[in-house]
């Protein structure tokens, strides 16, 4: 079975300043998703990142980025430039692509309480 | 934002009521899910849907029933609600391959 691991459950960044969240998995599958979620204090979830198992090149989206370690199962997020409006739960999610059955199930870790100080 | 309504919001009612949550979509998606959120849990899978009248279990289906009787639409309904199931729950859809998009979340309170 897949698990998702956030080894850190609370972090704080300064404003301006770059922070890094962690994020392992573990899996047997060769090829899946994964996504990092915000949820900020209004309680939606919103996806920030996604990266694709099959490609090398790690998936950035402004101010976010990934570093995606297939070999070590590794996914963290990257916040440069930290802003206040970034202070939320961060969610890591793997999606294991099953299509003889045509499921996409999530597994998420247990979030990352990020908050960043003026 | 994708077009998901959770119905209720909020809700509050006592142990051993039938309560069913509404998740509606339109954006004409195969797959909707539900999930319920704790803390030092994340969110975890309760039923998913992938079609109409297609539902399975997800790992923390005891307690809960599901019904999709038309794309749009996904219902959870707690047959005989307990203090356990005190929680915040979010619909998601999704197509292949791609993010789920999530609703609004209902806040579910069990007294």
């Known amino acids: 079975a897949q698990t998702v691991t956030q080894s850190q459950p609370e972090m704080s960044v300064q404003e301006a300043e770059t922070v890094t969240l962690s994020c392992t998995y573990d899996?047997?599958?060769?090829?899946?998703?994964l996504f990092w979620y915000k949820q900020p204090p209004s309680r939606q979830m919103i996806l920030v990142i996604r990266?694709?198992?099959?490609?090398?090149q790690n998936a950035t989206e402004n101010r976010f980025s990934v570093n995606f370690q297939k070999a070590a199962k590794s996914f963290s997020l990257k916040i440069s430039d930290s802003q206040l409006g970034d202070t939320a739960m961060y969610f890591c999610?793997?999606?294991?692509?099953?299509?003889?059955?045509?499921?996409?199930?999530?597994?998420f870790g247990t979030g990352t309480r990020l908050k960043v100080l003026a | 934002d994708a077009g998901i309504t959770q119905s209720p919001r909020h809700k509050v009612t006592e142990t051993g009521t039938p309560v069913t949550l509404r998740c509606h979509q339109t954006?004409?998606?195969?797959?909707m899910y539900w999930y319920r959120q704790d803390p030092g849990h994340g969110l975890r899978l309760i039923h998913y849907?992938?079609?109409?009248?297609?539902?399975d279990k997800g790992e923390v289906s005891d307690g809960y029933s599901v019904s999709r009787s038309k794309t749009e639409d996904f219902l959870l309904t707690l047959e005989s609600a307990t203090s356990s199931q005190t929680s915040v729950y979010f619909c998601?859809?999704?197509?292949?391959?791609?993010?789920?998009?999530f609703g609004d979340g209902t806040r579910l309170s069990i007294l």
């Open positions: 990266q694709e198992a099959y490609k090398q």
């Open positions: 899996t047997s599958e060769s090829n899946y998703y």
């Open positions: 999610a793997f999606m294991k692509s099953a299509p003889a059955s045509g499921t996409y199930k999530y597994i």
């Open positions: 849907s992938y079609g109409v009248k297609d539902t």
């Open positions: 998601a859809i999704s197509d292949n391959n791609q993010p789920q998009h």
């Open positions: 954006e004409n998606h195969r797959y």
